[in-house]
């Protein structure tokens, strides 16, 4: 059975929004390392539609590279009700009933299903009790605007499972839900 793991560069006031623009200054070995083993476990990459639409214009033309060849021969699901198509390799719609359709994926899957980059699809995904497990590398810095991780929605106890320090001052955290 595999799990749905969610995974953010984010600052500390929250902001998830455009890493482009505030992480690079902190990439260094440790991480890559780290964003590697994270990758080991993939057996799927779940992703929304905004995402879905700015990567599938991006990333087939990337060549087969590192990421570019993983994230182009994944087999990926988009959530979305309104993208009629998915023209992408190994790409497949998931609507509708989508909570159900993913638990039923989870439990097909002998790989996990990784996610990043939709902080809206997360936060629907862990009030419906899907995220098995959220990843966290903590940047040292304030963005100050731009879209947050967590902006509304339910209380959510997490704990914490596993935590790192790299040498940029970036922590790579990873929680759980917490045992209610």
């Known amino acids: 059975m595999g799990k749905i793991v969610s995974n953010f560069f984010i600052s500390l006031d929250g902001v998830v929004e455009s890493p482009d623009k ?3 200054p ?4 440790e991480m890559g390392a780290a964003v590697g083993r994270a990758g080991q476990t993939a057996g799927a990459f779940l992703m929304g539609r905004v995402l879905y639409e700015e990567w599938s214009a991006y990333w087939p033309n990337q060549g087969e590279d590192d990421f570019a060849g993983f994230i182009n021969n994944v087999p990926k ?8 198509e998915a023209t992408w390799n190994n790409t497949t719609i998931v609507s509708g ?9 989870k439990e097909r899957s002998d790989g996990d299903l990784m996610m990043s980059g939709s902080a809206t699809l997360t936060r629907w995904l862990l009030a419906e009790g899907l995220v098995d497990e959220l990843n966290l590398m903590v940047h040292p810095v304030v ?3 731009g879209q947050r991780l ?3 929605g339910p209380k959510l106890a997490l704990e914490l499972t596993r935590e ?3 040498a940029t001052g970036v922590l790579n955290l990873s929680y759980a839900p917490a045992a209610s």
């Not at 902190?26 to 070995?29: G, I, M, P, S, V």
């Not at 699901?77 to 009629?84: A, G, H, K, Q």
């Not at 009933?97 to 994926?105: K, P």
């Open 22 to 24: 505030w992480h690079f």
């Open 26 to 29: 902190y990439f260094n070995d």
């Open 77 to 84: 699901y988009v959530v979305s009700n309104t993208l009629e």
């Open 97 to 105: 009933d989508v909570a159900a359709q993913l638990r039923d994926l």
């Open 143 to 145: 963005v100050a605007s």
């Open 150 to 152: 967590f902006e509304d």
């Open 164 to 166: 790192e320090r790299f």
